[in-house]
């Protein structure tokens, strides 16, 4: 009887040391999978600067387009590195958001109202256009910041570290573009 009672103790606490592990491991992927989702985004940005200069034949400044293509350019490559440690043990698992999920929904819909404020208005597209990186800049490397504490691969959670200190310094950046640009409008 006692050795069954030690056994069912034994079950117990396993089981939920393995519930425990798992939720965590569901969490991490689940922020894992949106900075993939972010950086996707981001990467795009220099294809978005040139459709926007072809439909309205005006670019941004050099400075803004310099710094916006460093950040599609940083994006991507930090897209690669996300895709090679993800095999590094832990696993990361991404996940695929459903399209019925009230935050993919609005996700996607922010995206899309995004976008078709940025091709489709004619005045003040650099404002705007670092306007939304201000915001989005600040919420990878603040998910990056979570994503480091939680990480337990000492590469990844490097690489992380990295990352969102790399992506503040963009946020940085882009505030200081936006007051010149602001300045330079007044």
Excluded: C
């Excluded at 915001?135 to 490097?158: D, G, M, P, Y």
């Amino acid at each position: 009887m006692l050795i069954t009672s030690m056994l069912g103790i034994l079950v117990f606490t396993n089981t939920h040391a393995i519930s425990a592990s798992k939720q965590k491991a569901d969490t991490i992927d689940s922020g894992y999978s949106a900075l993939k989702l972010f950086l996707e985004d981001e990467q795009h940005l220099t294809t978005l600067r040139r459709v926007k200069l072809v439909l309205a034949f005006e670019g941004i400044s050099d400075q803004s387009t310099r710094l916006v293509d460093e950040i599609a350019d940083t994006s991507e490559q930090a897209l690669d590195d996300l895709e090679k440690f993800a095999a590094a043990r832990p696993t990361i698992v991404f996940e695929e958001f459903s399209d019925d999920s009230i935050g993919k929904a609005t996700f996607d819909s922010l995206r899309i109202a995004t976008a078709k404020e940025l091709l489709l208005e004619t005045d003040d597209f650099e404002k705007d256009l670092l306007l939304s990186q201000s915001n989005i800049l600040r919420v990878i490397s603040h998910l990056a910041k979570q994503l480091e504490e939680k990480e337990t691969n000492a590469k990844r959670k490097a690489w992380l570290n990295k990352l969102a200190v790399r992506y503040e310094k963009y946020y940085q950046q882009v505030y200081a573009r936006i007051s010149i640009t602001g300045k330079g409008n007044a």
